[in-house]
Each structure stands twice: as structure tokens, then as C-alpha cells.
């Protein structure tokens, strides 16, 4: 746990610090450890873990890229790099509950692999798992409507943010024009405008042994939110990117990833008195700004756009989880040879997450982050010394009322007893 602190270090740890093993532990018996751990074995943590999860409690999902230099790991591929790095990568998705702010399980995958193709296999995870009720909070990466249909399959509740442009988003959000944008639709709170329609969703399932395809309507609740603030830095986004393409198609200098917005948002022309002529397509440019500050989430049990925008806002705590295995557990990079060791390592370091994630709960609950970081707390606690003398119990040394005071926040005050 403690931060930014490489495997390297914990030899010199293990000298002053009591443990189970009793001995120091060179990165031999560290690597020795991570090979150790089973396949089923983690599966039985998991299981236990997922005893945990209570049933009105939505679960965050999410994956993230963790880079890597080694060519023997299987699984490290080149794929979209969360993080601009040109390095190849696997990726780690994990699940996560937004009321106990507690990891339930991971799952390493090719670097290669993009978020919508995840869900199916996560789906027989959770099967697996034996997590009755399950509800799913996504981001629109995980979007399609084969995704949909899949949850729709299994009985499962979701809320999931789904691109604008999607044709069943503005085939709803089309007819009301501007007029929900209005006072009797706004939060304060939220700083946004709100609506929801009540919709069908289009159904469809392939029996996998008949072939058979079974249609029907499912009901959907779809959910609209504006932001003015947002429009606005949206509108002077698109427009510096018009500029930009104007200026590459006055100088010749096309960029090849860009000849699909030329198209879109220009008209090219040139004559031999004249010259180049470039005409902006407004019809083009007025479309894209229509929709600036709008976004869209939908979900089969939520009927409340506040509720539902009050839930998808409490995914960021997955954000968070990532940021401290990549910063805090020192994961940004993979630093193991074999499959085995990556294996065992990256169940270590969930183990240590859900430390952490601990934690930060109740230092969040209690108050604590007033007083100090999740650091200073565990260097607070670092200096407490226990004695032990051949054949006797442990002793600890002398406690003070404020490391005292911190047990108890955390629910450990009957340990100095």
C-alpha cells in the first residue's frame, strides 16, 4: 500500500516490519509467491468476494490499458491506448461496487480487444458467480445493440450512455426540438436541463440451436441531458477543429485521417480564373452543433433521469480505482517475464486495491481527508513497534490517542485491548 513503492523495496519492508513468512523476502520468494497463485483459487476468491454485492447495488464496469515492454506475455497486443502510449498492451477490465466502493473481481484480456466486444464474456462471469440481480453501470464505449439485446437476454438491469448520434437517440430526441430545453426541465443541482421518454426497444434473440430469430419490443427508458457550459466549450471545440481543416485544405497539407470531415463539412472546388474555392457545408456544420451539451444514457429499471444521472456520475469511482493501481500500486507498467507471474501479481495487486479502497471509505465517511492523505494515515501508523520475546506473546509499544483514534475510524480499536 504504500505509495509509488516498486516490489524492489519490499525486502528492505520485510526487515522492520512483522509478517506471516517471519523471514525477510528477497524478489525471489516474491515471484515465488505470485507463481503460487491458481486459477481456481482466484475463482473461489472471486465467488466469495461476490457474496458481497448486495442486490440494489449498481456495479460499475470498465476497462483500462496497462503497458508493457516484454514480447513473451501472450496477451500484449497493440490496441487503443487509453493513455497515448505507443507501447503495446493488455487490458484489464474490472468490475466495481458504487455503494461499498469495493472491487469484486478483474479479468485480463488481449490489448487488442475493444470495450463493446467485453460484455458477452463478462455476462458469463457474472453467471459464473452466482451475483443474482445484477445492474450494470457502462460508458457508451460498451454500446451495441447486440450488448443490449444480450442484457435484455439475461434478466439483467442497466444503465449505459449511448452516442448522440445513434438513429434510436434522434429519432426521440428529433421531435422535441428545443422546447425541453426549458425551466419546468432544469436541475440546479445537476446544472443541467432533463427529459425522458419512455420508448420500445427493438428486440431481437437467435436460439442457438434452432436458429431461430425471436423479435419483440422491450421497454426502455431513455434518458436526455443539456449542458449549457458544456455546449458552449463543445462549440468552440468544433470550431478551432474547422479552422484546422480549412487551413490543411487551403495549404494542400490533407491529413488522411481527416478526408472523412472534409467531406462533411466543406465544399471543395476550383476553376482556372478563380482558383481553389472552399465552401463551408453549413447544413453539415448546423447538425453537429444542434447537438452540442446533449448526451443520453439509457437504462431498463431507472425511470428518474436524476437518479440515473446521480448513478452514472458514481462510476467515476472505477476511474479512481484505476488511478491507484497504475499510480499508487505501481501498475502503469507490467514488470514480469512469464504469464504465471503476471497472473499472480496482478491478483496482489487487487488484493491491495481492495486495501485501499477500504481505506479511502472510511477515511471519506469518517472525515479523515480534513486531517490528512491515505499516506500520512498509514505513516502515522507505520511508527507503532511490537516486542516479542522468545516463548511470550507480542507486546505492542506505546499507542497515542490520535493513532488510537484512527483505529477506531477504521473499526480496528478492539486490536489495543
Known amino acids: 500500500?504504500?505509495?509509488?513503492?516498486?516490489?524492489?523495496?519490499?525486502?528492505?519492508?520485510?526487515?522492520?516490519?512483522?509478517?506471516?513468512?517471519?523471514?525477510?523476502?528477497?524478489?525471489?520468494?516474491?515471484?515465488?509467491?505470485?507463481?503460487?497463485?491458481?486459477e481456481d483459487a482466484k475463482q473461489r476468491f472471486f465467488a466469495l468476494r461476490s457474496q458481497l454485492v448486495s442486490?440494489?447495488?449498481?456495479?460499475?464496469?470498465?476497462?483500462?490499458?496497462?503497458?508493457?515492454?516484454?514480447?513473451?506475455?501472450?496477451?500484449?497486443?497493440?490496441g487503443r491506448n487509453k493513455e497515448n502510449d505507443p507501447l503495446a498492451q493488455i487490458n484489464l477490465a474490472l468490475l466495481?461496487?458504487?455503494?461499498?466502493?469495493?472491487?469484486?473481481?478483474?479479468?485480463?484480456?488481449?490489448?487488442?480487444?475493444?470495450?463493446?466486444?467485453?460484455?458477452?464474456?463478462?455476462?458469463?462471469?457474472?453467471?459464473?458467480?452466482?451475483?443474482?440481480?445484477?445492474?450494470?453501470?457502462?460508458?457508451?464505449?460498451f454500446f451495441s445493440a447486440a450488448n443490449v439485446n444480450e442484457l435484455y437476454r439475461v434478466h439483467f438491469k442497466f444503465l449505459m450512455a449511448v452516442p448522440i448520434s445513434l438513429r434510436f437517440v434522434?429519432?426521440?430526441?428529433?421531435?422535441?426540438?428545443?422546447e425541453w430545453i426549458a425551466r419546468k426541465n432544469y436541475s440546479s443541482r445537476h446544472g443541467l436541463y432533463v427529459k425522458t421518454v419512455r420508448a420500445d426497444w427493438a428486440y431481437t434473440q437467435t436460439k442457438p440451436?434452432?436458429?431461430?430469430?425471436?423479435?419483440?419490443?422491450?421497454?426502455?427508458?431513455?434518458?436526455?441531458?443539456?449542458?449549457?457550459q458544456r455546449a458552449a466549450d463543445e462549440k468552440v471545440r468544433f470550431n478551432k477543429l474547422l479552422d484546422v481543416l480549412e487551413e490543411e485544405l487551403l495549404s494542400d497539407q490533407r491529413n488522411p485521417k481527416h478526408e472523412r470531415l472534409y467531406a462533411k463539412y466543406f465544399e471543395l472546388s476550383q476553376t482556372p480564373v478563380r482558383g481553389k474555392k472552399i465552401v463551408a457545408q453549413?447544413?453539415?456544420?448546423?447538425?453537429k452543433l444542434r447537438y452540442c451539451g446533449t448526451f443520453a444514457l439509457i437504462s431498463n429499471g431507472i425511470r428518474d433521469p436524476l437518479e440515473a444521472i446521480d448513478i452514472?456520475?458514481?462510476?467515476d469511482v472505477i476511474?479512481?480505482?484505476?488511478?491507484?493501481l497504475k499510480s499508487r500500486l505501481c501498475l502503469r507498467r507490467t514488470s514480469v517475464s512469464s504469464e504465471e507471474g503476471l497472473e499472480g501479481k496482478l491478483f496482489v495487486q487487487f488484493v491491495a486495491l481492495i486495501f485501499v479502497s477500504f481505506l479511502k471509505k472510511q477515511m471519506d465517511e469518517k472525515g479523515l481527508f480534513q486531517e490528512y492523505t491515505l499516506q500520512e494515515v498509514l505513516d502515522e501508523l507505520d511508527v507503532i513497534e511490537c516486542f516479542q520475546q522468545p516463548g511470550s506473546r507480542v507486546f505492542l509499544g506505546e499507542v497515542t490517542s490520535k493513532q488510537q483514534k484512527l483505529f477506531a475510524a477504521f473499526g480496528f480499536d478492539s486490536i489495543l485491548s
Open 319 to 324: 476511474e479512481k480505482a484505476y488511478g491507484d
Open 170 to 178: 434522434r429519432d426521440h430526441l428529433d421531435p422535441l426540438g428545443e
Open 96 to 141: 466495481f461496487g458504487e455503494k461499498t466502493r469495493q472491487p469484486v473481481c478483474y479479468r485480463k484480456m488481449a490489448g487488442n480487444i475493444p470495450d463493446v466486444k467485453t460484455v458477452r464474456k463478462l455476462l458469463r462471469d457474472l453467471a459464473v458467480l452466482n451475483i443474482r440481480k445484477v445492474k450494470l453501470v457502462m460508458d457508451r464505449g
Open 209 to 228: 440451436r434452432s436458429g431461430e430469430q425471436v423479435e419483440g419490443a422491450r421497454r426502455i427508458y431513455l434518458h436526455l441531458y443539456y449542458n449549457e
Open 1 to 38: 500500500l504504500e505509495e509509488k513503492n516498486a516490489m524492489s523495496r519490499f525486502e528492505r519492508w520485510s526487515r522492520t516490519h512483522k509478517h506471516p513468512y517471519g523471514k525477510k523476502l528477497p524478489s525471489q520468494r516474491s515471484s515465488e509467491l505470485f507463481l503460487s497463485i491458481r
Open 312 to 315: 452514472y456520475r458514481s462510476k
Open 282 to 287: 453549413q447544413e453539415g456544420i448546423q447538425q
Open 55 to 78: 442486490e440494489t447495488e449498481y456495479l460499475a464496469y470498465d476497462t483500462t490499458s496497462i503497458s508493457s515492454y516484454s514480447e513473451s506475455l501472450q496477451q500484449v497486443k497493440y
